[in-house]
């Protein structure tokens, strides 16, 4: 996690002797200082948006101004493609759900955005949270729009329908195969009709959908490729992102 570590290393003189969370080039070869503990996300004050030209980022589908919200951070999943938790861990540390509705308000009165990205690896891994964050917003009834990811299995109708009467409008899907086979190799512990349902109740809930997969795992064959294509195609979904399979250091497909 960079908050800390960098404010340290700025307040050091770039001096990275001592400074928990870095490694750097010594004379001899890598210096690897000790870990720095995970923070408590509700140590972290507002981001500094007033240094961002904010109407540079706009929201695809919509053309509003957006701007992130921290979540979460943290999975216990272990998915080998994914390196997140080589940096967040893979205890999840949840937000406060008021101070997260507390920002949202605090950029729709300070910058008049009212469009926002929820930014975690998931945002339904604690359903208790999702829903307390969802009765938050329509506390102090506000006019927001936001979007959010989840795991296919994380989400039933109850839940997608208190996320889009608090504004949710469309939900990012790690859908990643259309191959079980794929979907166990990779240990995502998630099913084809884990992912089917997903979309199905979201549709009736309301809330659109994007489809996430990944394309390129060692040993997926061509005819996999071409299965989750086709499988994505024949879901009732908006838009579809397909990723190259890439081994980020810190993840097991890296190793």
Known sequence: ?????????????????????????GENGFIHNPDRPPLDMDDLPYPAWHLIDRHRYIMPFTNHPFLLIATA?????SCTFCA??????????LRSPELIALEMKWVGERFGIKDFLFWSESFTLNRDFAISVALEIKKKDLKVRWVCNSRV????????IALHEAGCWMIGYGVESGSQRILDLIEKRATIEDTRRAVEI??????????HCVLGFPG??????????????????????????VPFPGSALYK
């Open 84 to 93: 997140d938790t080589a940096f967040y861990g893979k205890k999840p540390r």
């Open 202 to 211: 979201s549709r009736k809930a309301g809330i659109g959908i994007v489809a």
């Open 153 to 160: 299995d994380h989400v039933d109708e109850d839940l997608l």
């Open 220 to 245: 997926e064959t061509e005819e996999e490729i071409l299965a989750t294509i086709t499988f994505v195609k024949s879901l009732d979904i908006d838009f579809a992102q397909f990723y190259c399979a």
């Open 1 to 25: 996690e960079p908050e800390l570590t960098l404010r340290d290393i700025v307040k050091a003189g770039l001096k990275p002797f001592g400074i928990e969370g870095i490694s750097y080039r």
């Open 73 to 77: 951070r943290g999975c216990p999943y």
